[in-house]
Structure formats: C-alpha cells, structure tokens
C-alpha cells in the first residue's frame, strides 16, 4: 500500500519555519484547478504553540500574517494543561487523516522535532494503555533478571513509591521531597535514563518509570532497542522534509534580536497577564499560586524569566532577566540542532536506505537570507 504524503518543516527559531509554510500553502493552493489537491493546510507541530495565550513569547504567527492559511493544532489549550506528544500525534493523526479524505495536503511545521520524528516513525512510544507489571510477580518472565534484582535491592521507601506512584507528577517547588524521591527510584532502577533527566522535571522522571512498569524493560534499553529495530524504520508518511538551518553566529545574533522584538511587542503585559490570570484561578485570596514551570504554558521561554523580573521590579532585574532569556533561547536552539542531527537524520538515513528516497529530506541554509 502506498503511503500518503506530507510535508514536514523543522529547524530552530528564527530561520523562517512558518514563512516558508505559509509560502508553500499559498503555493499549492494556486495549483488546486491543476492537480488532485484541494490546497494544503499547517498542522503546529511547536509544543508552545498548542497554548492559549503568550503569543509573542511563542513565536506564534500573527493571523494577518497567516494569508488565509488554516493553521491546526494552535492555540486550544489551557495554559497549565498538560499536553503530550503521544496526545499530540493522535491527534494530528486524526487531522491528517480528515485531510486526506479532503485531498487536503498536510504541511506540519514547528520546533519540536521530536514530535515530528514521533509523528514520522510509528512504534517508538510505549502505549499508556500497556499492561502494568505486578511487582510481586517474580516468575513473569518478562521481567529480566537484572531489573528483578535492582528491584528487589529497593529500600522499603522507594519500593512503596513503584508500587503505589503518584497518579500526576509532583510539583518540584512545592514537593520537593516527592519529586527528589523519584528520581532517586529512577536512578536506582535506569540510571541511564535517570542521567538524562533533572529530579526537578518530574513529568519526565514519572513517565519513565511508569514505561518501566508498563514494559517491564529499562526505558534506556527500550531505546536502545529501536535504534537498532530495522522494522521500525519504515515511516507513517511519505514525507518531504525540510530542515531550515542557519550558521551559529548568523542564528544567535537572529535569537538575541528577536528577543528583543518581543519586548517591544509587549513581551512583559503578556508575562503579566498571565500571571494575573494565574492568581485569580488560585484558590486562596491571600496567596499567590507558585507557578510550576515544568507544566504547560508556564515552560515557555521568557515567561520564568520575566516572572522574576515581575517579583522584584529594577532596572537591573529587567536587564538580568533580558540576558537570561536570550542565553536561554540560544540554549534551546542548540538542543534543536542537536535532536535533528542525532535522532531524526539518523532515523530518516535508516528509512531511506530500506525505502529509496521514503522520506527525501532537503536542508535549506538560511544565513543568508532569512526566509
């Protein structure tokens, strides 16, 4: 059966993901009289972007900029939701299967390229739906003998917390007992995947344990295994990529004046009413809520940051907190590099090389010209 196309678009902030898309849409809507499809749309494939408000902060295109092209996946949760990538690809799944049937083309298009390659390469996700292991069960054969044993080597403390973890994860700040306990479980059980993980991202750690249980294998030996799984090559999609790609020293200068963009766009009053909104959903008159910046919304690059400028308002404060979120941008955009050189180019090289050109993957060098 022949897959169906799409087109992905990733890359870092400030390189023109959205500009190109956009460009792209607009294209194929022109030629919709002179092939089968009916013209395209964007699905956002940025995990910021899903939120409801902050819209300067998280890059997220102005509608007058939009050119009458739908975007998807945008804008429709509640800031302090909770929303993950196995959520995000059912329901894009969903999206691009409506459009299909449309004979609508699916242009996905954001920073989260992990998503992206979640979305391509199917089967690298454990289900929240697995069957959970009994602990007590040491005949199971499913268990290796290795993880029995680190198991059954638990202090008392810890082997209550796998037995019994918490349904939602613990708030760092608030908890931070709880949240250091289970990463102190992980560590003890994954050290491995515990590495990758601060105790304070407790999201994170809670997940992987609960992929141990649900497997009953290390999460790290689980990846492992898919790298070297030829079967989990083949894609969903045929899909044509684009990497969008500056040099560093062309992108930093790009990040540090976008920062500086967003502060004359009014970066700070977005920062504020959030945080105003924030503590009018709090259920004590006289307390502010401490915010969790581990969830939702509150992640996002810029809004912790000003938040501390918000608390104790100076001029030295405001600059402090303009310095750490471009060098906090400037971070972020190397991880992005980083995910799509190490993960998603090695999993498109392996689909290729079972499937010629299954996902043909083209990188566009923006430093001289931004997009």
């Known amino acids: 059966m022949a897959l169906r196309p799409i087109v992905a678009i990733c890359g870092t902030t400030g390189v023109g993901k959205s500009k190109l898309a956009i460009e792209l849409a607009v294209h194929l809507d022109r030629l919709s009289n002179k092939s089968d499809w009916r013209g395209a749309k964007i699905i956002n494939a940025d995990a910021m972007q899903v939120y409801k408000g902050l819209d300067v902060i998280t890059n997220k295109v102005p509608e ?43 242009i996905i298009v954001g920073g989260t390229s992990y998503w992206i390659q ?82 304070k991202d407790t999201r994170k750690v809670l997940r992987s344990l609960e992929i141990l249980k649900e497997s009953r294998k290390r999460p790290s030996d689980i990846i492992l295994d898919q790298s070297k799984n030829a079967t ?31 502060i004359t766009q009014g970066l700070v009053d977005e920062v ?10 709090s259920p004590s008159a006289t307390e502010s809520p401490s915010p969790d910046y581990t969830l939702g919304i509150y992640q996002s690059i810029g809004y912790r940051e000003f938040c501390s400028y918000l608390d104790a308002p100076s001029e030295h404060s405001y600059k402090n907190a303009v310095e750490r979120m471009k060098i906090s941008t400037r971070q972020y955009a190397k991880r992005q590099i980083s995910w799509i050189r190490n993960k998603l180019l090695p999993a498109v090289s392996t689909a290729n090389e079972h499937e010629a050109d299954v996902v043909p993957f083209y990188l566009l060098d923006t430093s001289g010209k931004f997009l």
């Open 232 to 262: 989990d090559s083949r894609p969903r999609f045929r899909a044509l990529c684009f990497w969008l790609y500056a040099d560093p020293l062309t992108l930093n200068n790009r990040l540090d004046a976008r920062v500086d963009d967003m």
């Open 272 to 281: 504020r009413g959030l945080r105003d909104l924030a503590n009018s959903l």
């Open 64 to 106: 007058p900029e939009r050119m009458g092209v739908s975007h998807l996946m945008m804008g429709f949760k509640q800031p302090g939701e909770q929303y993950v990538v196995g959520e995000w690809i059912q329901d894009t799944l969903k999206l691009i299967n409506e459009m299909h049937e449309r004979h609508e083309l699916p």
């Open 118 to 199: 979640h979305l391509l390469f199917p089967n690298r996700l454990v289900s929240k739906d697995a069957p959970v292991a009994r602990l007590g069960d040491a005949n199971s054969e499913s268990w290796s003998q290795e993880l029995k044993d680190s198991i059954a080597s638990l202090p008392p403390d810890l082997l209550t917390l796998l037995t019994d973890l918490p349904l939602e994860a613990p708030s760092a700040k608030l908890d931070p007992e709880k949240s250091f306990s289970l990463h102190a479980l992980l560590s003890a059980l994954d050290p491995v995947m515990a590495k990758r993980w601060h105790w």
